[in-house]
Each structure stands twice: as C-alpha cells, then as structure tokens.
C-alpha cells in the first residue's frame, strides 16, 4: 500500500514531515558562531511544534534543516544573542535578578503552501537598547579618581516573548560595574512601562537609608522626538550626566544628533 505522503491524491497530509530552510535577510550584523534557538509550530496541528538550536552561520549556508510536521502553514520563530536569558512559560525569555540583559535579536515568519521543503525568510530585529553612561565632573572617591557611587538599574521588564517580542513584566535589577572612571553601560529588553531608572547608592550608608539619587530614564528618553519602546529596532543610547551642573546630554546611535535634557539630578 503507498503510504499518504507519497500519494498524488489531495488528502489531509498534515502527519508527514516537511523540511525548512532559511534565507537571512537580515541578520543585524550578527556573527555566523552566535546560536539560534528555533521553534516551528504548524497551525493545522499545534501540539507538533518542533525546538532546536543551531547558529546563524549553519542557517545562512543551509546546511542546517529543521525538520517539522507538514501543514499548509507553519509559524516559526528565532532568538538570538542570548546568554543570560532562560525560556520560562508562554515562550517568555527573560534575565534573574542581578543579571544584565543580554543583546536579543527575534525573528518570526510563516511558511505557507507548503509540500516537501519551504525556505523561510529571517529579518532579525534587534529587541534590546544598550545603554551607556558617563558622569562627568564628578567628585571622585579619594585616591581612586572613581565614581563615589555604586550604579543601580532597576526596572519592572526582565525579558520578552519569543512570540511577538512583547516584553515581559518582572524584576529587573542589576549594579553594573564602573568600566572607565565614571563610565556605566547595560542591556535592557524592549520596556513595557516607563519604570526603568538609575539609582545612585553611597556605600557608606545602609539599604534603608535609600539611594541618594534616582534617575528615571524615561523622563529623559521622553523628550527625544521619534524615541519609543516599540520601534522594530531598539537604538543603543548614550547618557552623560553632569553631574556637577545638573546637566544631561542624551545620544541616540545612528540618529546623528544629540539632545540636552532639562533634567534636575
């Protein structure tokens, strides 16, 4: 007897396997080495989705195949530049308390008509902004010429979806450490809310006594025209603080401009 999936006759065909292969058509500058998680879901049959890793070099010459059960559509999506992240429920990844974001790139396409194989087209979207800052004219720590104050980001978004890049909500908090003599950077997912703030601890004091400044970003990102959370790609920005004048400077890359901010510290 000729199994279905050879068959010339329209039938329902869904159980056979069908392979997909992929086509960047933009990888985001992403190098070939970086892995890739993928899942394939066909929408005929939702309990045969299929997961793998592999990386964007093995994608980009096809000789990496993800195998899937055939339907005529498949939905598929793609992570990225993780490294901190884990995947928990409804396809959230996201970071642990302490951690710094990692630089997420998501992709999400659809295979439609399909027979033996299809190829998938990928465009990479960069869900991530890393953030930079430089306090300027500070009063260093005596002997060290570093900043006096230990940086902390906090913010109520820890990760997104692999779905739909939606951000998901969570704690985020992390003291990243001071690379140059007042200069701070990190990572932070796509934001779901305006809660993303720098505070500014003194060591000698306790917890309870409070950070002794706080600054929250989006009262500065705000005043940037064109700036929001859902662009498709995140920019990376540049933050220098004054501290001295109570001054902020504020660049956005590849927007060619800067943007003094009226900003009390």
């Known amino acids: 007897m ?54 964007v070099g093995a994608m980009s010459d096809k000789s990496y195949s993800l195998q899937v059960r055939r339907s005529d559509e498949v939905l598929i999506y793609g992570m990225a ?16 308390r302490l951690q710094d974001g990692d630089p997420l790139f998501r992709f999400s396409a659809r295979a439609a008509g399909m027979d033996e194989s299809a190829v998938v087209p990928v465009e990479m979207t960069k869900e991530h902004s890393t953030i930079r800052v430089r306090f300027l004219h500070f009063d260093p720590e005596p002997g060290q010429g570093r900043f006096p104050y230990t940086v902390l980001v906090t913010a109520q ?6 779905q739909d890049g939606a951000p998901i909500g969570g704690e985020f908090h992390y003291a990243p450490p001071e690379e140059e003599s007042g200069e701070f950077s990190f990572t932070v997912p796509r934001q779901a809310d305006n809660s993303l703030t720098l505070e500014l601890w003194d060591p000698a004091t306790s917890q309870e006594d409070g950070p002794k400044d706080s600054i929250v970003l989006w009262n500065l990102l705000r005043q940037v025209d064109g700036f929001s959370w859902s662009l498709k790609n995140l920019p990376d920005i540049t933050l220098e603080i004054d501290y001295f004048h109570s001054e902020v400077t504020l660049s956005i890359s590849e927007w060619q401009n800067e943007t003094p901010i009226d900003y009390t510290i």
Request: charged content about 15%.
């Open 2 to 55: 000729v199994c279905a999936c050879q068959s010339p006759i329209r039938e329902n065909r869904s159980g056979c396997p069908a392979t997909l292969f992929f086509e960047f058509l933009d990888r985001q500058g992403i190098g070939p080495a970086a892995p890739v998680y993928l899942e394939a879901a066909p929408v005929l049959s939702p309990g045969g989705s299929v997961t793998d890793t592999t990386t």
């Open 81 to 96: 530049g993780f490294g901190n992240s884990h995947i928990v429920q409804d396809g959230g990844w996201v970071v642990d």
């Open 157 to 162: 978004t820890c990760g997104i979806r692999l």
